[in-house]
């Protein structure tokens, strides 16, 4: 990508070490999700971890100690009911500490809510969760960005069922007729929506075709392979470049806990004492299995 990362975190996280942090934050995940009384949107949660983490742990320019630099790249979460998963991608790179995740989730006043807002919590740059908005948002700040001649990047995290929004498709031509380089779009492509597979209501495939139509680049990835993540953010054209590009993950919703992965039932959910067993069981094993292979 041409760049260090901000702050003190010296050399960047070695693909193994990023692997052990998306455990760790899936671990976390499901302990918060065994602990709060309400829902969390546990499934679409996990099918972001290693996207995340792979972000705020190797590909964002950030430094949490300084959060207003005018250098740092912008990351906007445009699935916003993913904002637990981010919370704690945040919580470990140092914005914060996850006790107070844990601690305060879901309450009145709340820095933590279901969905993240920028007022409430410093390190936000933008207040999402209505579907469709995060990208003509991310549009607007690279676009921003191009005018006062600022070299940093605009990061903008999409589910696929969101880009059934036309909202999504016109931020799509602006961002190529606006020639902007500096914006990365990031489709979570787990193909499932809150109550049923995606393709069953809103046919999107050819999907990588219809952002190549609409003059983007386009990049596959493996979106729960840590090395294919770290390869497409290195990959990055310059952000002076005039084309947006966009990293299609392929993913599975649940991913890590094989009860929850592809099943309807687990867009959202509470843990009780012995499911948490369970996911954390199921999560340990999928971690040694690939560690074996």
Known sequence: ????????????????????LAFELRSKL?????TYEGAVHIGGDLSVADILIALYHYGLNIDPSNIANPARDRFILSKGHA???????????????????????????????????????P????????????????????KSARQRNEPHR??????????GEGSVWEAAMAGRSSELGNLVAIVD??????????????????????????????????????ADLVK??????????????????????????DFMERNLAWHAGSLGQADLERAMASLEASRAGKEKN
């Open 83 to 121: 904002a637990v998963c981010m919370y704690i991608a945040m919580a470990m790179r140092g914005f914060f500490e996850f006790d107070e995740i844990v601690e305060t989730y879901g309450q009145l006043d709340s820095a933590f809510g279901m969905h993240p807002c920028k007022v409430q919590l």
């Open 189 to 226: 492509r787990n193909r499932q929506l809150m109550t049923s597979f995606g393709e069953d209501r809103i046919v999107l495939e050819p999907y990588p075709d219809k952002w190549a139509a609409f003059g983007w680049n386009v990049v596959m990835v493996e979106g729960h392979d840590m």
């Open 30 to 34: 499901l302990y918060l999700c065994g």
């Open 1 to 20: 990508m041409g760049q260090t990362t901000l702050g003190s975190q010296g050399q960047r996280h070695s693909v193994a070490e990023l692997e052990d």
């Open 123 to 142: 390190g936000v740059e933008a207040s999402t969760g209505s579907l469709g908005h995060g990208l003509p948002i991310a549009v607007g700040m690279a």
């Open 154 to 163: 605009v990061f903008c995290l999409l589910g696929d069922g969101e880009t």
């Open 232 to 257: 497409a953010l290195d990959n990055l054209p310059a952000p002076d470049s005039n084309r947006p590009t966009v990293l299609i993950c392929e993913t599975i919703k649940g991913k890590g806990v």
